[in-house]
């Protein structure tokens, strides 16, 4: 298994439910916002590594199939013989698919009174040679510096917009 993690800063969530009582639950709306955009950055990442492409514009460079690989009986049978991280599309398709994903996908919602998380990934097996997610040679799920701005404004967007509705039906 594999996945991404972001820990954001969520004093303005937590003064926001201290301040108004609420739950964390309140936060799940912006955790599936997330997930979708997520999925749409992984799109793009797929899209940035694909024939020709190797990264650039934020994204990492992967490691570039060895000659003998790209040679190999595997790869040559492979719908995407050509292409880095793709052999079956099962990893792209488990990371993209909106909805609950694939058989492949790893997505749990939590959110009670104090804890609103979001677990997403991929339950694939992934070669130890690829480099796996702590920062190897073909690092498949990542948050850019942008995208980790995105999902700042984003939160700070849909607390504006809670405390904005607080206040409404406060007067």
Same mark, same amino acid.
């Given at each position: ?9 969520? +004093? +303005?969530? =937590?003064? /926001?439910? !201290? @301040?108004?009582?609420?739950? @964390? ?5 912006? $955790?599936? $916002?997330?997930?979708?955009? /997520?999925?749409?950055? +992984?799109? %793009? ?13 934020? #994204? ?20 995407? &013989?050509?292409?880095?991280? %793709? ?7 488990? $990371?993209?698919? =909106?909805?609950?994903?694939? &058989? #492949? ?8 009174? !104090? ?11 992934? @070669?130890?040679?690829?480099? *796996?997610? =702590?920062? *190897?040679?073909? =690092? ?9 701005? %995105?999902?700042? #404004?984003?939160?700070?967007?849909? $607390? ?12």
């Amino acid at each position: 298994m594999f996945s991404v993690e972001f820990i954001w800063n969520a +004093q +303005q969530a =937590q003064d /926001y439910l !201290k @301040a108004t009582g609420k739950s @964390a639950k309140e936060m799940k709306p912006l $955790l599936l $916002l997330w997930l979708e955009d /997520y999925r749409k950055e +992984q799109r %793009r990442i797929f899209a940035s590594h694909s024939v020709g492409n190797n990264g650039g514009g934020g #994204d990492l460079n992967w490691k570039p199939l060895s000659p003998a690989y790209v040679m190999s009986h595997i790869k040559k049978s492979s719908r995407y &013989p050509q292409a880095i991280m %793709r052999l079956t599309g099962r990893l792209e398709k488990a $990371l993209t698919v =909106q909805g609950v994903g694939t &058989p #492949d996908t790893i997505l749990h919602v939590t959110t009670n009174d !104090k804890e609103a998380m979001l677990e997403f990934g991929a339950n694939l097996p992934y @070669a130890a040679a690829a480099g *796996g997610v =702590q920062g *190897g040679s073909r =690092q498949v799920m990542y948050i850019t510096p942008q995208f980790m701005a %995105r999902m700042t #404004d984003q939160a700070n967007h849909f $607390l504006s917009g809670l405390i904005a509705a607080n206040r409404k039906g406060n007067t």
